[in-house]
């Protein structure tokens, strides 16, 4: 099977999806924030939440219901700033997950990945790495929100945690784009073959 990438562009390929799989996990994941309400552990990503108060009609109290679950539509995300992150970071991933099938397929395929397009793969990396990167930015101005504030004992603000801490996942989406911008963009413009020039 003929390949359209060198040795880096095998290396970009699979970084790549890498880069990738990292972000797209910790995206979906809801671990960025942990924190406790009532006794029970509770975490958000930016548009799903593990464990919520539910109202209990036998014993008319409120108590907590111990599983994960996406919000019940977009305008119920807790902060007009985590539905903007959900939106950048989203479309960021997607990007990342478009290249990543691409450069796959390069190892395959040849004459699919020249160095123009590996290098227009790199760049489109490099603006997923960034959106991804922004949505990273974004989400601690949601800090703020009722939900947030509930679950880390009414202390916390805008970029101020009060007593949750950051999750495995927000770490994991930021690190597969850091990778992306950095790593993955730059062996890009090694990816692909030189095309031969025949004479006729």
Not at 5 to 20: D, N, P, Q, Y
Request: charge should be positive; include cysteine.
């Amino acid at each position: 099977m003929a390949s359209s990438l060198t040795c880096s562009g095998v290396i970009w390929a699979l970084l790549s999806l890498l880069s990738a799989a990292a972000s797209c996990v910790g995206f979906f994941m809801p671990y960025w924030l942990l924190g406790s309400q009532m006794d029970k552990p509770v975490s958000f990503g930016t548009f799903r939440r593990c464990t919520y108060p539910v109202r209990d009609e036998e014993s008319q109290s409120t108590v907590m219901l111990e599983q994960c679950g996406r919000y019940a539509s977009f305008y119920s995300i807790p902060s007009l700033e985590w539905r903007i992150c959900t939106v950048v970071t989203g479309v960021g991933c997607g990007l990342l997950l478009l290249v990543a099938l691409t450069a796959l397929m390069g190892c395959c395929i040849s004459d699919l990945i020249s160095r123009t397009i590996g290098r227009v793969a790199g760049g489109i990396q490099f603006v997923g790495g960034l959106l991804i990167g922004s949505g990273c930015a974004l989400y601690p101005l949601g800090w703020d929100s009722e939900e947030v504030q509930q679950t880390c004992n009414n202390r916390s603000d805008q970029f101020r945690l009060g007593s949750c801490q950051i999750g495995w996942a927000y770490y994991c989406t930021g690190a597969g784009a850091a990778a992306a911008m950095l790593l993955c963009a730059w062996l890009s413009c090694f990816a692909g073959k030189k095309r031969k020039h025949y004479p006729y």
